[in-house]
C-alpha cells in the first residue's frame, strides 16, 4: 500500500513509518520540516499536501502535540493551544483526507492517554476524549469502504529519555508503531485503541 505519514519525523512517526516500510509498503514522510511539508494546524498545508501527494491507501498522522496549561492560571489563549493542532486540526485532516484516500483506505489518527492526572493536562484530557468520540461517531458516515481508527498512546520511552525522566514508565516507540501499523493492515473501524503497556511481539 501507499501510506502518508504525518508527523514522521518525530518519536512516534518516525518509528511508524519505520514498521510500515519493514512491512513492505511505500511510506510518504511528512512534516512541518519536510521534504513534504504539512502542519496540521495550518489548512492550507493539509490543502497542499493532498495536491501533491496522490492516489494514497491510507493517511496515519502522529503530529498531534498539545502543550500542558495551567487550569487556574492560564489564559483562554494559552489554556486552549492544542485546539488548532491536535483536535481540529486532525478533524480537519481526516475531513480533507477521505476525499483523497483510495476506496477501501484507512485513517488513523493520535489521541493520549493519562495513566495518572497530569498537572496541567485538563485541557490535553479533553481533547484526547473529543477525539476519541469523534472518531467512534464519524467512523460509520465514511463513505466507499474507508476506515477511521485512534490510537492513544501513553508515555512513549523514547521521549521520557528525552525528558530526561525514568524511561522505565514509557513503552517502546517501536511497540507503540506497531498498533498505527496492525490498524493499517487490519478491518477494523472506529477503534480507539489505549497503548499504554507492553504490545505483544508478533509470533
Request: hydrophobic fraction near 45%.
Given at each position: 500500500?501507499?501510506?502518508?505519514?504525518?508527523?514522521?519525523?518525530?518519536?512516534?512517526?518516525?518509528?511508524?513509518?519505520?514498521?510500515?516500510?519493514?512491512?513492505?509498503?511505500?511510506?510518504?514522510?511528512?512534516?512541518?520540516?519536510?521534504?513534504?511539508?504539512?502542519?496540521?494546524?495550518?489548512?492550507?498545508?493539509?490543502?497542499?499536501?493532498?495536491?501533491?501527494?496522490?492516489?494514497?491507501?491510507?493517511?496515519?498522522?502522529?503530529?498531534?502535540?498539545?502543550?500542558?496549561?495551567?487550569?487556574?492560571?492560564?489564559?483562554?489563549?494559552e489554556?486552549?493551544?492544542?485546539?488548532?493542532?491536535?483536535?481540529?486540526g486532525?478533524?480537519?485532516?481526516?475531513?480533507t483526507?477521505?476525499?483523497?484516500?483510495?476506496?477501501?483506505?484507512?485513517?488513523?489518527?493520535?489521541?493520549?492517554?493519562?495513566?495518572?492526572?497530569?498537572?496541567?493536562?485538563?485541557?490535553?484530557?479533553?481533547?484526547?476524549?473529543?477525539?476519541?468520540?469523534?472518531?467512534?461517531?464519524?467512523?460509520?458516515?465514511?463513505?466507499?469502504?474507508?476506515?477511521?481508527?485512534?490510537?492513544?498512546?501513553?508515555?512513549?520511552?523514547?521521549?521520557?529519555?528525552?525528558?530526561?525522566?525514568?524511561?522505565?514508565?514509557?513503552?517502546?516507540a517501536?511497540?507503540?508503531?506497531?498498533?498505527?501499523?496492525?490498524?493499517?493492515?487490519?478491518?477494523?473501524?472506529?477503534?480507539?485503541?489505549?497503548?499504554?503497556?507492553?504490545?505483544?511481539?508478533?509470533?
Amino acid at each position: 500500500m501507499k501510506i502518508l505519514v504525518i508527523g514522521a519525523s518525530g518519536v512516534v512517526g518516525s518509528a511508524v513509518a519505520e514498521e510500515l516500510a519493514g512491512r513492505g509498503h511505500e511510506v510518504i514522510r511528512a512534516s512541518r520540516r519536510g521534504p513534504v511539508v504539512v502542519d496540521t494546524g495550518e489548512p492550507a498545508t493539509v490543502e497542499e499536501l493532498f495536491a501533491t501527494v496522490s492516489g494514497v491507501d491510507a493517511v496515519v498522522c502522529c503530529a498531534a502535540n498539545a502543550p500542558t496549561a495551567d487550569l487556574v492560571e492560564a489564559s483562554d489563549d494559552e489554556f486552549t493551544a492544542g485546539l488548532p493542532g491536535k483536535l481540529l486540526g486532525q478533524v480537519r485532516l481526516a475531513r480533507t483526507a477521505l476525499h483523497h484516500v483510495r476506496d477501501g483506505g484507512s485513517i488513523t489518527l493520535t489521541g493520549g492517554t493519562f495513566a495518572e492526572p497530569l498537572p496541567g493536562g485538563s485541557f490535553g484530557a479533553l481533547v484526547n476524549a473529543g477525539l476519541a468520540a469523534f472518531v467512534e461517531a464519524a467512523a460509520p458516515e465514511l463513505p466507499r469502504g474507508l476506515r477511521l481508527n485512534l490510537v492513544a498512546p501513553g508515555w512513549v520511552r523514547e521521549s521520557l529519555e528525552a525528558f530526561g525522566w525514568d524511561p522505565a514508565r514509557g513503552v517502546p516507540a517501536a511497540d507503540v508503531a506497531r498498533v498505527y501499523a496492525d490498524l493499517v493492515d487490519g478491518t477494523a473501524t472506529g477503534e480507539v485503541v489505549a497503548v499504554t503497556g507492553p504490545v505483544p511481539s508478533p509470533r
